[in-house]
């Protein structure tokens, strides 16, 4: 069986890095590809490389939970409460419902997420409003600005991976 062509994609907003890089890993006899932006590549890789564009989003996608994570356990001990901290304590207190176990269809998988996202966007909303209503800006603006904006977006990105999975299935 033959060995795929190994490609290298190079993303910077730099174009002078873009450039130098793409120059570098070139003279290996690597074939490189350059991106602007991610958002670039991910129009690319999503239509090119599935696989590569599912990890890419999933990677970005937890990146992007978990800076919401830190700074909302960060308010919470701003205000004096304490943050559930260690894995098996969350998912003891979380009302989000488990994965299923082993594998399942990429089509499953993101429907569950955009789930999960209306029921995250449900109650940061209905929290940003009490927030709002007893005087703490700082909270409804971390959950106005950071955590709602932010799966908004996420609910963009993982409907346009949706429809291109339905699509191709």
């Not at 304490?82 to 269809?105: C, K, W, Y």
């Not at 998988?109 to 709002?132: K, P, S």
């Amino acid at each position: 069986m033959p060995q795929a062509e190994a490609i290298v994609f190079v993303v910077d907003d730099d174009p002078s890095m873009r450039e130098a890089l793409g120059s570098l890993i070139r003279s290996t006899g690597v074939k490189v590809e350059t991106f602007a932006s991610a958002q670039e590549f991910l129009t690319r890789a999503r239509a090119d490389l599935p696989f590569y564009s599912l990890h890419l989003l999933f990677d970005k996608h937890h990146g992007e939970q978990a800076e919401l994570v830190d700074a909302l356990a960060e308010r919470v001990q701003m205000l004096g409460g304490v943050s559930v901290a260690m894995s098996h304590d969350v998912a003891e207190t979380t009302r989000i419902t488990r994965p299923p176990r082993g594998r399942e269809r990429v089509t499953d998988q993101l429907t569950r997420l955009l789930q999960v996202h209306e029921f995250v966007l449900a109650e940061a909303r209905g929290m940003a409003r009490e927030a709002a209503e007893a005087g703490d800006d700082g909270t409804n603006d971390l959950l106005v600005s950071e955590l709602i904006r932010t799966n908004e977006m996420q609910v963009w990105f993982v409907a346009e991976h949706l429809a291109d999975a339905e699509e191709h299935s």
